[in-house]
């Protein structure tokens, strides 16, 4: 999802919401918006009678359990929480965000990728930030933090990635456990939401055909070009990354540049928004 001053990459998991039990579905949904609060104004742990009789409104229910995956219910949560905060803190009222928020739905892995790299180098790209390592509030920083604490073997050239996606999914991520893995292994990753025991993440699946090694790797690359305003050539252990997406070095970088202004509704390869138009009954998009 990107919005015209935040930039988030949101995954919406219907899949995990459908795996979860009544009583799950209404503890979460009681917990968003609680029936008591504490002292300090968090939302009180909902008791046993309360869930019960949020269980017993089938209809009712049913409609949680799609909010729970509802991209516009998600901002609207997300919006009320800063708005209290902000509010709080400046000692006024009223909305945080004055106009609604902008989505672009991602349609193919080519448009994953530009997009998850439009976020990270945002600080690198506004030269608010001059590495990966320095950009503030993003994904990327908190895996490399993360990592650092880890060792730092998963990123040492030559090394095989086993280690790192399996770390990836343990508990042992300070910072960014509350993120989606990013390595997808569609030969080792379990089938379906793959919502075993993860912590603070809803599903223990990642989102891309490529290590967080490699990942970050082509960040670091991509940040460089940017800073620079020359295209060098990419270094040839990255490359293969971007011919299987149909990509060279400059309509990489011009993609991860331009990002925001080249997508409207949605974003994808030309022929991935043609099929998005033709499911929704348009001529183009």
Not at 48 to 71: F, P, T, Y
Not at 164 to 177: C, D, L, N, V, Y
Not at 219 to 236: F, Y
Request: proline content about 4%; aromatic content about 6%; hydrophobic content about 35%.
């Amino acid at each position: 999802m990107l919005s015209n001053h935040l930039h988030v990459v949101l995954r919406s998991r219907p899949d995990v919401v459908a795996s979860w039990s009544d009583d799950e579905v209404a503890r979460r949904w009681l917990k968003l918006f609680p029936q008591r609060r504490l002292n300090d104004g968090s939302a009180d742990e909902p008791t046993g009678e309360e869930i019960k009789m949020s269980v017993g409104q089938a209809l009712r229910l049913a409609e949680v359990r799609r909010r729970l995956s509802d991209v516009s219910w998600w901002m609207r949560c997300t919006a009320e929480n800063i708005a209290r905060r902000a509010n709080k803190e400046d000692e006024c009222s009223g909305r945080f965000w004055e106009g609604r928020f902008k989505a672009q739905l991602l349609l193919d892995e080519a448009s994953l990728l530009a997009c998850a790299a439009y976020v990270d180098l945002n600080p690198v790209r506004a030269a608010i930030a001059k590495s990966l390592e320095d950009s503030e509030f993003t994904g990327a920083k908190d895996r490399i933090d993360d990592l650092k604490e880890h060792g730092g073997e998963a990123r040492q050239p030559g090394k095989p990635d086993v280690r790192t996606h399996a770390w990836e999914r343990s508990r042992r991520r300070r910072r960014s456990g509350w993120m989606s893995p990013l390595e997808i292994n569609e030969r080792s990753d379990a089938p379906g939401a793959d919502v075993s025991p993860c912590g603070r993440r809803a599903s223990l699946k990642g989102f891309l055909s490529m290590s967080l090694t490699k990942y970050l790797e082509l960040l670091d690359w991509t940040g460089r070009q940017l800073r620079s305003g020359k295209r060098g050539a990419i270094p040839s252990e990255l490359a293969p990354i971007l011919e299987r997406l149909g990509l060279d070095a400059d309509g990489w970088c011009d993609l991860v540049q331009k990002f925001g202004k080249l997508f409207k509704r949605a974003a994808g390869t030309a022929e991935s928004l043609a099929t998005e138009a033709t499911r929704r009954g348009q001529g183009y998009l």
